[in-house]
């Protein structure tokens, strides 16, 4: 099986060890990720892919319009929230200001599910201090 979806009706499946990466250049970072596109709907934009994030990478303070959501498969994922290991799922709503990537010492591996089509903008300033 060469990693591509096998149809057997309505149900598809993808065998995800044996895909290979593609990988993603962000100039904006002068860095790379790595992607496993796996499906996009065509009607709402909804979208999963298997992600890879290499050791030290961050995907610097940004937003995106469209709610997303990472489940960690191996390592973990650094955000401005704190750090995140296997098995936890970390949701990011729409709109909001994040920063997140791998550790210095190990790459991360998730999967990445998102509610429309990904867009990103990137802020480069963090989130607005509260007034006060």
Same mark, same amino acid.
């Given at each position: 099986m060469?990693? !591509?979806?096998?149809?057997?009706?309505h149900?598809?499946?993808?065998?995800?060890?044996?895909?290979?990466?593609?990988?993603?250049?962000?100039?904006?970072?002068?860095?790379?990720?790595?992607?496993?596109?796996?499906?996009?709907d065509?009607?709402?934009?909804?979208?999963?892919?298997?992600?890879?994030?290499?050791?030290?990478?961050?995907?610097?303070?940004?937003?995106?319009n469209?709610?997303?959501?990472?489940?960690?498969?191996?390592?973990i994922?650094?955000?401005?929230?704190?750090?995140?290991?296997?098995?936890?799922?970390v949701?990011?709503?729409?709109?909001? !200001?994040?920063e997140h990537?791998?550790?210095?010492d190990?790459?991360?591996?998730?999967?990445?599910?998102?509610?429309?089509?990904?867009?990103i903008h990137y802020?480069?300033?963090?989130?607005?201090?509260?007034?006060?």
């Amino acid at each position: 099986m060469s990693g !591509e979806a096998e149809s057997a009706g309505h149900v598809r499946s993808w065998d995800t060890h044996t895909m290979p990466w593609e990988i993603r250049r962000i100039d904006e970072l002068d860095g790379d990720l790595a992607a496993k596109p796996l499906i996009e709907d065509p009607d709402t934009g909804m979208s999963v892919m298997k992600m890879k994030y290499f050791a030290g990478f961050t995907n610097e303070w940004h937003t995106h319009n469209c709610a997303h959501g990472r489940y960690v498969l191996d390592g973990i994922l650094k955000t401005h929230a704190g750090s995140f290991g296997p098995g936890s799922f970390v949701w990011f709503p729409e709109g909001s !200001e994040m920063e997140h990537g791998a550790t210095q010492d190990n790459d991360v591996t998730f999967l990445f599910i998102a509610n429309k089509p990904v867009d990103i903008h990137y802020t480069q300033a963090g989130p607005a201090e509260p007034a006060g």
